[in-house]
């Protein structure tokens, strides 16, 4: 990193209260830290476990504080020699454009042309770099989420995600994701930067080739425990930012959208079923709504065979 001049900045979380196994490994992490890294690079270090959403909104907020702009790379990814350079290019060439809220390294083993500037309205948080700008938007307490109600929340995904791909059950998805966030049920910072970039129209750019793999697919993780739609499998593709330069229009993939952002999220559709069944289950026992579930299981049943 310390090639591309730019400030390096790197973020470690302290350990869980008497956890002797996390302290020994924050112990060992910090001192490899240390070791590879000079005094050109800051250490954003902290001493008690912040979580997940808190360490990484802190880091960027303190970031954001001293610079416009900033490249992401946590560690449970590998990025292409191709990865900063692209992200710097096109941070200088997007960062007055308030229609770009942010810009992806991984696209899903998606393929385009390298002069093409594809568009998602899914935030990618796997390699990625934004500007201070898009973090202005962002609210880490859900709090307009919270004060709507349960129709306006389902109109509004509807119609900046499942009319797209055309699956009521992506809108459901993600209300059920932004409850568990806004609630504190799950502890993510993404879903805040995602939903964000819904309200404010814009979209993040897919690059034209991966330039990041998937490494952090392990019972180790606190989020993903295991890959079950071959994330992991998507390779790094040799692109050379120096010589394609995208400079077409700004154009939304729907395609991407469809294909291979739903087409992660599928397989665990499934997961998302079961637990609106349950839901739906634990209100027959309290109100005795008994046609409701017998049409939601008639659904799922549909579903399965399809």
Request: some cysteine; hydrophobic content about 35%.
């Amino acid at each position: 990193m310390h090639s591309y001049k730019a400030p390096e900045y790197i973020a470690l979380d302290g350990p869980k209260a008497g956890n002797i196994i996390d302290e020994e490994k924050c112990t060992g992490v910090r001192n490899e830290v240390r070791k590879l890294t000079g005094k050109e690079s800051k250490l954003l270090v902290s001493d008690v476990n912040m979580g997940c959403k808190s360490r990484i909104s802190s880091a960027l907020d303190a970031i954001f504080k001293e610079h416009d702009s900033v490249v992401v790379i946590e560690d449970d990814i590998l990025v292409s020699a191709s990865f900063v350079p692209y992200m710097k290019m096109m941070l200088e060439k997007y960062n007055e454009d308030d229609r770009v809220y942010a810009l992806h390294g991984y696209n899903f083993g998606m393929d385009y042309k390298p002069t093409e500037v594809r568009v998602t309205k899914y935030f990618n948080m796997w390699g990625w770099a934004t500007w201070r700008r898009s973090r202005q938007l962002v609210d880490y307490s859900m709090s307009e989420w919270i004060r709507q109600s349960e129709l306006n929340k389902y109109r509004f995904l509807w119609k900046n995600l499942g009319s797209i791909v055309q699956d009521p059950g992506w809108s459901q998805y993600y209300k059920l994701m932004y409850d568990k966030v806004a609630n504190g049920a799950l502890d993510s910072w993404a879903y805040c930067w995602m939903y964000a970039q819904l309200k404010s129209g814009g979209g993040s750019i897919i690059p034209p080739k991966n330039m990041v793999k998937l490494i952090g697919y392990d019972e180790d993780a606190l989020h993903t425990k295991s890959d079950e739609s071959g994330l992991t499998d998507v390779d790094i593709e040799i692109y050379d930012s120096r010589v394609s330069i995208p400079s077409g229009e700004l154009v939304y993939d729907h395609r991407y959208d469809k294909e291979a952002v739903r087409g992660m999220w599928e397989p665990y559709n499934q997961d998302y079923k079961i637990h609106r069944l349950g839901s739906i289950a634990k209100e027959i026992v309290t109100n005795g709504h008994g046609k409701k579930v017998l049409k939601a299981l008639r659904s799922y049943i549909y579903n399965k065979r399809k």
